[in-house]
């Protein structure tokens, strides 16, 4: 790994330099460091040979490096962990949290209400019977999240839901057919009643086809609209995004502008958009070459951009890490992934890193790192005055006056303030921790790790910013 993270620096090394880029390429900075540094997740899952050990060493050692969020492959669905009716398995699932916490990695929980690895005896026994799918999709809900309540961070509640081709529900599903689209509401009610703090995500593939009535994502947001209209909890979209090169299929209508589209609309219903399975693959059998996987590099850029950018994004999640351990085969689809058969980056892992290196929020908008001025004071400019600090993977923020705060860990520190009055929201604007008087630091050790808004007061010194404790 050292030896492999070397020559990719030095072959992105020279590539930076000829290409005039200022950034000089720092050896040991990770896609993990970066995105940290950049207040995002990204991710890979570990795929299902992970976890009978039958994968390389390197495997595990480039994910715990370049990742800061991991999602298992299979061992979470219902087939995985009921396997028969209340007899649960967690065996596979708490591997993978026991992993995620030796490494500091944020866990997704994937799937609970999806039509597909839904053990026979489901169906079997209960059929078209509305009354007992709903308690036994009920009791699966209050076991599995309750088993991993304040382990897994957040929830896949309902996967593909909607039906490909038309804007309608999806009809061929055990769930569907015997409760009809219920289930689904019911589902982020159980959910969010069994870990009252996990985020709860509505998962779908297609979803960056557009947003107009007659596409997926269209439909998805009349859904979304109203479910926070009623009081669903559910606070984020994942894009699976299992997308493929546009060269080898013509009639692939997705985009990342489209994505982009549906980030934009869901940002006004106050939802998150994650990329969840992100792998953008070629038809099976033709030559790949160079230059394609250089285009497919850009396309990994461009599908990047959207997390950075805007500012209900978070998550950047691929769905595999080598080519040599990934689904695609039975999509018909190769290459999909950012390490090659071997394990070596391809350009696609170049691209991403040189963008996280690069990245600077927009003046105009200042995205993640926001510093909203005192508008009592005669300077009202919106700033970001995000100090990059490439020794520890931690943002920094300094504010209007002399006050500036930075997290540690689980400790808040500020500098520059008598006595000031600490407020911490979670990314759905909700109030989760405050105190006064604060001087100095202040340990968050009672907020759970996560994405939180933070917003320090001193006198005429008024400070927001996003801070991830870990
Ligand atoms: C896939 C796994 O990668 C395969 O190993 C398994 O055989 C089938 O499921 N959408 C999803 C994922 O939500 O759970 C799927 O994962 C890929 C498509």
Redesign the pocket.
């Known amino acids: 790994m050292r030896t492999q993270q070397t020559l990719a620096g030095v072959v992105l090394g020279i590539a930076l330099f000829s290409a005039g880029l200022s950034n000089a390429f720092a050896a040991d900075e990770t896609l993990r460091s970066l995105a940290e540094k950049n207040n995002i997740y990204i991710g890979a899952?570990l795929?299902?040979q992970w976890f009978g050990g039958g994968l390389p060493g390197q495997y595990e050692q480039i994910h715990k490096t370049q990742f800061n969020i991991v999602v298992a492959?299979?061992e979470m669905?219902f087939d995985a962990t009921e396997p028969s009716e209340g007899r649960f398995n967690y065996g596979n699932g708490d591997k993978m949290v026991k992993y995620a916490k030796a490494n500091g990695m944020r866990v997704r929980g994937?799937?609970l209400a999806?039509h597909?690895?839904v053990p026979g005896w489901v169906d079997q026994k209960y059929g078209k019977n509305k009354k007992e799918l709903l308690r036994v999709l009920k009791n699966h809900i209050d076991n599995v999240v309750g088993h991993w309540k304040g382990q897994v961070d957040e929830w896949?509640v309902v996967?593909?839901a909607i039906s490909n081709n038309e804007p309608q529900w999806r009809g061929y599903s055990v769930w569907y057919q015997g409760i009809g689209p219920e289930f689904i509401d019911s589902a982020f009610v159980w959910a969010h009643a069994a870990d009252p703090n996990a985020e709860l995500c509505y998962?779908d593939?297609n979803l960056e086809q557009g947003i107009s009535p007659k596409a997926k994502a269209g439909f998805l947001l009349e859904q979304v609209k109203r479910w926070v209209a009623n009081g669903i909890p559910i606070h984020c979209v994942g894009s699976?995004t299992?997308v493929e090169d546009t060269t080898t299929d013509k009639h692939f209508i997705g985009s990342p502008d489209s994505l982009r589209a549906l980030a934009k609309e869901l940002a006004k219903l106050n939802i998150k958009l994650k990329i969840?399975?992100l792998d953008i693959g070629f038809k099976s059998g033709i030559n790949v070459s160079k230059s394609d996987l250089e285009r497919q590099g850009k396309t990994f850029r461009e599908y990047l951009d959207i997390i950075l950018e805007e500012p209900n994004a978070d998550t950047y999640l691929i769905?595999?890490v080598s080519d040599k351990w990934?689904?695609l085969g039975?999509l018909n689809r190769q290459k999909g992934l950012i390490y090659d058969d071997n394990l070596n980056p391809k350009p696609a892992f170049d691209s991403i890193l040189v963008r996280l290196q690069n990245f600077e929020p927009p003046q105009d908008t200042a995205k993640k790192d926001t510093v909203v001025a005192d508008t009592s004071k005669k300077d009202t400019t919106v700033k970001d005055t995000t100090v990059k600090d490439t020794t520890t993977a931690i943002a920094k923020s300094a504010g209007p006056g002399s006050v500036s705060m930075y997290v540690a860990g689980h400790t808040l520190f500020i500098a520059g303030a008598n006595s000031a009055k600490v407020d911490v929201f979670d990314m759905q604007g909700r109030p989760v921790f405050s105190a006064k008087n604060v001087k100095g630091s202040i340990d968050l050790k009672d907020v759970s790790e996560g994405l939180y808004m933070v917003r320090v007061r001193d006198g005429s010194a008024n400070l927001t910013k996003r801070i991830a404790i870990k």
């Open positions: 899952i795929n299902s492959e299979n669905k994937h799937a999806w597909s690895q896949d996967n593909e998962n593939y699976q299992h969840t399975e769905w595999g990934s689904w039975g």
